[in-house]
């Protein structure tokens, strides 16, 4: 499958990032309200043959200290797990990367599983590299995002931290 060479036109329109951010919230109430039995799979765009697991990750704002929940696709890394800042290729980071950059503590929330806490840091050069063909096995897509986009995609692995 050839992969389009630009980004489509209005990824970034209001109307679109006011679905989307609607469209999370509703993600998140759903996920929370089932314990992940609903919500937990992405079936859009390269999930609609192969559904991708989704989390939601708790963070708290760089700026206004408050706390925010973002649902987000992700891999399994043994005891870690591996999230993708891709939002859609846009040439911007989404604000959750710069929070957990300003604040990498957080809680991950998996599907029927307690609360997780987590410590979150950008995968170096090397890792990234290792990693990035797995998440695009994952979700073909993100390869799409990273062509779309002049910044390189960050990869955020989410390390188990004892509360304390």
Do not use: C
């Not at 919500?39 to 206004?64: C, E, M, T």
């Not at 063909?133 to 989410?158: G, K």
């Amino acid at each position: 499958m050839a992969l389009p060479k630009e980004r489509p036109d209005g990824l970034d329109k209001p109307i679109v990032v006011r679905l989307i951010k609607y469209g999370a919230k509703a993600n998140v109430a759903v996920f929370r309200a089932t314990n992940g039995r609903i919500g937990s799979r992405w079936r859009i765009g390269a999930g609609w043959r192969k559904p991708v697991p989704v989390l939601l990750l708790d963070h708290v704002g760089r700026r206004s200290g408050r706390r925010f929940t973002t649902p987000l696709l992700y891999l399994p890394q043994g005891e870690n797990v591996v999230v993708v800042a891709s939002q859609g290729g846009l040439p911007r980071n989404p604000q959750w990367f710069h929070n957990l950059v300003a604040h990498p503590d957080a809680t991950i929330h998996l599907p029927r599983e307690r609360a997780r806490p987590v410590r979150a840091r950008v995968a170096d050069a090397g890792e990234r590299a290792l990693l990035w063909p797995r998440l695009v096995d994952l979700y073909a897509d993100f390869e799409n995002y990273a062509a779309w986009t002049d910044r390189e995609i960050p990869v955020v692995v989410l390390e188990p931290r004892l509360e304390g």
